[in-house]
């Protein structure tokens, strides 16, 4: 191939301008993509927030990357984690522009982390980790955290069985329980 051709080439795929989704730079914008992507491959969109300073957020994670709950998860959930509420400044420049208010945005005040939402392919909420008293269970703990846990899975994932809810639901439990 001759040089000017080559470079002629390589200005037009400089200047290409690149798709809309290629490069999220805004929270709001990531969410959408993988909310997207989730609805693409017949699933829902799992959007964990989570903050480095929580330890909550460490068993959420403990349990979503559990063998047994990662497998039960991938068949009904693209799960995508957004960090959010960091106050020490490397952290907080981890975050996605936007991360806090998009949180914001879709939580009551007195919600703490982690804070779990199951999003559509619009991304727009179908079940979240918010109890009907208005509470966040977080980290399910205690029995009623963990109905509201089964439910929501369940809710965000209709196709899930009982059985499935209920190793999430007893995972919880157990990675609990070896935390005390």
Known sequence: MNRRLFLGA??????????????????????????????????????????????????????????????????????????????????????????????ESLTPDRTGLPYMAVLNGKAKRVTDSIMPAGDNFGFPVEAVELDAFQDMMRKGAPGMTTEESRKLRATCVKIFRRRS
């Open 10 to 103: 390589m200005v037009s795929i400089a200047l290409a301008p690149a798709p809309a989704f290629a490069f999220a730079s805004k929270a709001s914008d990531a969410v959408a993509k993988a909310a997207s992507e989730a609805e693409a491959s017949g699933k829902t969109l799992l959007l964990v927030f989570h903050a480095s300073w929580c330890g909550y957020c460490t068993l959420l994670d403990t349990v979503l990357e559990d063998p047994a709950c990662a497998a039960i998860l991938e068949k009904y959930f693209v799960v995508y984690h957004l960090r959010a509420r960091e106050s020490k400044p490397d952290k907080k420049a981890q975050q996605l522009e936007g991360a806090d208010e998009f949180y």
